[in-house]
C-alpha cells in the first residue's frame, strides 16, 4: 500500500508540475491583452514614425515608450509626458526616433487605468489617450493553483508523517489529493469556454444603456474637413483639420480605437493622381485631429479617412480641400527626393504612361498588364519603386471578379502599420476609395487580392516599407467589365 501510494505521490506532483506550466497563459480580453506592446503610427515633425508603449507587467512599474522611423531622420527628439488622468500624476522623459533600434525611455507608473502620452516633436504636439493594463488572476486560475497545491500538500504531508500505514488515513489522504486534482483538470479542461479575466486597468464593458451607445455599436463619426489658413497656397505648408462629431450627442467623438496601428488613415491625393500622401494624423484636442502637409500644384484635392471607433465598426469619410496659386514652372520640380527636403515637398510623378507591351503577366493568356508604371513616393521615401511594375492577373481584371497585384520588393522590407504591404485605391473620379493589404511576411515580393466594383479606370498605389523608408509605387489600372453587365 504505502508503495502504491508512494508511486501515486510521484505521479500526481508531476502532473501538478505540468499543469502549472501549461496553465499560464497571459489574459486576455475583447482585444486588449495585458503586457502587450501598443503601436501607433503619426505623421509628426515631417517625419513618419511608429510610438511603441510596451507592456509593463505590474505597477507601480516601468512604462518603457520609444519611437520607430519609417524615413531617415537624425535621431529625431521626442518629447514625452506620460499623464494619468485619474489622479492628474505627470511623468516625462525623452526619446529619440531610430529606424532600427530605438531609444527606449523608461517612464515610472504608478497605478493601472486611463492615461495620456503627449509627444513633443518640432513645433507640433499630439496626446494619444491608452490604459495601462496588467494581468491579474482569474477565479480558474485560483482554483487550478488551489487544487493542485491541496494535492500537492496532502500527499508529501502524508508521506512525511507516515500516514499510509494506516488504512484509514491513506484512504483520505488519497480521497483529497484525487479531489484536489480533479478541481484543477476540470477547469483547465472548460476554462477555454470561460469568459476571459478582464485585465486590470481596462475600460468598463458599453451596454446598450450607455450614452450613445446602441445595440449595434456607436453611430458614425460626422467629419468636418477643414484647413488652416482657410485657402492655402501651392508650395506652402498648411494643417490639414478633421473635427469629427457624434451625430446623436453633437459632442466631439473622442473614442477612437486604434486600428492598423493609427488613430486614423488619411490618404490625399490630387484629382489627376499625380500627388498622393498617406498620412496618421495628431490628435490634438478632443475629436480633433490635425496634421501638416503641402500640396505642389493648385487645385482640387480629395482627402479619405479611415478611422473606427470602440465598440463600432470601421468608417471611411471623404472631404475636398481647395489648393490656390499658381502652378511652378516645370524646371522647378524636382522629380529626384535626393535634391529636395523630404519632410517639406511633394516629388513630382509623371503623367500616366502607355502600358508597355514588352511587360506582360507571365500567368495571363492573353493581354499585357493594364498598368501604368510611374515612380513616385511620398515625403521621406527612398527610390526603391523607382521602375517597379506591378503584375496583374487576369492581365485586364473584370470587374466584380478578384484580381490578384504582385510587386517584386528588394531586401530588407519590414512590416509597416502592422502589415507588410498596403494597396490603396482610387476610382478615377474619386467617387470609390479601397484599401487592402498583403497578409504574408515580407519577402521578394508582395501579392494583394482586390475585386474592383465597377469598368473603368482605376489609380492606384502600392506601399511598403524598408530600412531607408516607406516606398509608393503608384499604377493606374483599366478594368473592363463583366459580359453579364455589357
Known amino acids: 500500500m504505502i508503495r502504491r501510494l508512494r508511486a501515486a505521490a510521484i505521479l500526481v506532483l508531476c502532473l501538478v508540475a505540468v499543469l502549472v506550466v501549461g496553465a499560464a497563459a497571459p489574459a486576455a480580453a475583447h482585444n486588449v491583452t495585458a503586457g502587450a506592446d501598443l503601436r501607433i503610427a503619426q505623421t509628426i515633425a515631417g517625419a513618419e514614425v511608429t510610438v511603441v508603449i510596451k507592456g509593463t507587467p505590474r505597477v507601480p512599474g516601468p512604462l518603457r515608450i520609444g519611437v520607430v522611423a519609417y524615413q531617415p531622420v537624425a535621431a529625431l527628439p521626442v518629447g514625452l509626458e506620460v499623464r494619468s488622468v485619474e489622479d492628474g500624476r505627470t511623468v516625462t522623459g525623452t526619446a529619440r526616433a531610430a529606424a532600427r533600434d530605438p531609444q527606449y525611455a523608461r ?13 513633443s516633436a518640432g513645433n507640433e504636439v499630439a496626446v494619444i489617450p491608452f490604459r495601462v493594463l496588467v494581468d491579474r488572476g482569474s477565479a480558474g486560475d485560483f482554483l487550478i493553483y488551489g487544487g493542485l497545491f491541496v494535492a500537492g500538500l496532502l500527499l508529501a504531508g502524508g508521506l512525511l508523517t507516515g500516514a499510509p500505514a494506516r488504512r484509514g488515513a491513506a484512504m483520505l489522504l488519497a480521497a483529497g489529493a484525487a479531489a484536489g486534482v480533479t478541481v484543477a483538470v476540470m477547469v483547465i479542461v472548460f476554462e477555454p469556454w470561460m469568459p476571459p479575466p478582464v485585465p486590470d486597468g481596462a475600460a468598463p464593458e458599453a451596454s446598450s444603456s450607455g450614452a450613445g451607445v446602441a445595440a449595434g455599436g456607436r453611430p458614425y463619426a460626422q467629419a468636418r474637413v477643414a484647413t488652416v489658413p482657410a485657402r492655402p497656397e501651392a508650395g506652402e505648408e498648411f494643417t490639414l483639420r478633421i473635427d469629427l462629431v457624434d451625430g446623436s450627442t453633437g459632442r466631439p ?32 484636442a478632443p475629436g480633433r485631429l490635425e496634421v501638416r502637409m503641402r500640396a505642389d500644384r493648385p487645385g482640387r484635392y480629395l482627402a479619405h479617412t479611415e478611422l473606427e471607433r470602440e465598440n463600432s465598426g470601421g468608417q471611411l ?167 453579364a453587365t455589357r
Not at 517612464?107 to 509627444?119: A, D, F, N, W
Not at 480605437?257 to 490634438?284: I, M
Not at 517584386?408 to 485605391?425: C, K, S
Not at 482605376?458 to 506601399?463: D, F, I, R, V
Open 107 to 119: 517612464l515610472q507608473v504608478e497605478r493601472t487605468g486611463p492615461h495620456e502620452l503627449k509627444l
Open 317 to 483: 469619410t471623404s472631404a475636398t480641400v481647395t489648393v490656390g496659386g499658381e502652378a511652378p514652372a516645370p524646371e522647378t520640380q524636382s522629380s529626384d527626393p535626393a535634391t529636395s527636403d523630404p519632410a517639406t515637398s511633394d516629388p513630382a510623378t509623371p503623367e500616366p504612361a502607355t502600358p508597355d507591351p514588352a511587360v506582360t503577366d507571365p500567368a495571363a493568356t492573353s493581354a499585357p498588364v493594364a498598368t501604368d508604371s510611374m515612380a513616385e513616393g511620398p515625403a521621406g521615401a527612398g527610390a526603391e519603386g523607382v521602375g517597379a511594375v506591378p503584375r496583374l492577373r487576369p492581365g485586364t481584371p473584370v470587374a466584380g471578379r478578384p484580381a490578384t497585384i504582385e510587386l517584386d520588393t528588394p531586401a530588407g522590407v519590414r512590416p509597416w502599420l502592422g502589415m507588410t504591404g498596403h494597396l490603396l485605391i482610387r476610382s478615377q473620379d474619386g467617387a470609390f476609395f479601397g484599401h487592402v493589404h498583403e497578409m504574408g511576411t515580407p519577402g521578394s515580393r508582395l501579392r494583394f487580392t482586390f475585386s474592383f466594383p465597377q469598368a473603368g479606370r482605376y489609380l492606384a498605389w502600392a506601399q511598403y516599407a524598408t530600412g531607408e523608408g516607406v516606398v509608393t509605387v503608384p499604377f493606374a489600372v483599366d478594368v473592363t467589365a463583366s459580359e
Open 253 to 284: 467623438v473622442d473614442d477612437l480605437t486604434v486600428h492598423h496601428e493609427a488613430l486614423a488613415h488619411v490618404v490625399v491625393t490630387s484629382e489627376d493622381g499625380r500627388y498622393f500622401r498617406h498620412l496618421h494624423p495628431l490628435r490634438t
